[in-house]
């Protein structure tokens, strides 16, 4: 897939890894539309690089379903769908107020997992109505997992159940959709420098940085960017989930 003639929507694109993402691919000569709920701040980055936005709740059919229908719109078609919207938790299973709020464990699932596959599925059926490229695709989904999803720390039971959901549906996902020619793929970061951590401050950034094998710093969110620019360029990568963690194994 050619970067300059891709049209992509990038859901949690107002911040963190999807802006980042949407950055790299307007620039690579892409066409974007990103989907938040952050309606303040997603006009505002789609602004500034020349993007579409439209609002979205990523768990709600209808909401979903009615942000693929303006992508479509606004690209023309869709050839690729990557999926950055979620929510982190800290929540232990039993702490000192009591167990785990059975609520928050159910939105964060809802969020990250859910709401990846109700995006994910409604891109689909409109990459199935492209014309096949070479090697006969379609598309490209590419959602975001967590290393947490195979070494997940106390307090993060829901988090990680959640992107262990993400990347145990990856194959399964790309067996689904290879009749019609669509890649998926997922990444599992590691702890990247986002807005979040920033304003953690620099001894909390230490800390973390000092975890990590090599280099021995967090991630950049352009780093996320490049791997899923490489993920759309690159035919062969399919069904696979991606660690980008500078060799960080969770103690």
């Given at each position: 897939m050619q970067i300059s003639k891709t049209r992509a929507i990038i859901t949690g694109a107002a911040s963190g890894l999807?802006?980042?993402?949407?950055?790299?691919?307007?620039?690579?000569?892409?066409?974007v539309m990103i989907l938040d709920r952050d309606v303040a701040r997603g006009e505002a980055v789609a602004r500034e690089i020349g993007a579409g936005f439209t609002e979205v709740d990523v768990t709600d059919e209808v909401s979903t379903a009615r942000a693929i229908?303006?992508?479509?719109?606004?690209?023309?078609?869709?050839?690729?769908?990557?999926?950055?919207?979620?929510?982190?938790?800290?929540e232990r299973?039993?702490?000192?107020?009591?167990?785990?709020?059975?609520e928050s464990f159910r939105r964060t699932v809802d969020i990250n997992l859910t709401g990846t596959f109700n995006v994910l599925r409604l891109a689909a059926a409109a990459m199935a109505e492209n014309e096949p490229g070479e090697d006969g695709q379609r598309g490209v989904i590419v959602n975001t997992a967590s290393i947490a999803a195979f070494d997940g720390q106390k307090g993060q039971a829901a988090y990680a159940a959640s992107k262990a959901g993400i990347a145990g549906m990856t194959l399964p996902l790309a067996r689904d959709l290879a009749s019609l020619g669509i890649r998926v793929m997922a990444i599992a970061p590691g702890i990247f420098l986002t807005p979040m951590l920033i304003g953690l401050g620099e001894e909390v950034i230490e800390g973390l940085s000092a975890d990590v094998t090599f280099p021995r710093r967090l991630g950049r969110p352009e780093e996320f960017a490049s791997l899923v620019r490489h993920i759309l360029e690159n035919d062969y990568l399919n069904g696979e989930v991606i660690r980008l963690d500078g060799a960080l194994r969770m103690q």
């Open positions: 999807g802006e980042a993402t949407a950055r790299a691919l307007k620039a690579g000569g892409a066409e229908a303006a992508a479509g719109e606004y690209l023309g078609r869709l050839d690729a769908c990557i999926n950055c919207a979620g929510i982190a938790t800290a299973t039993l702490g000192r107020k009591g167990p785990h709020g059975l």
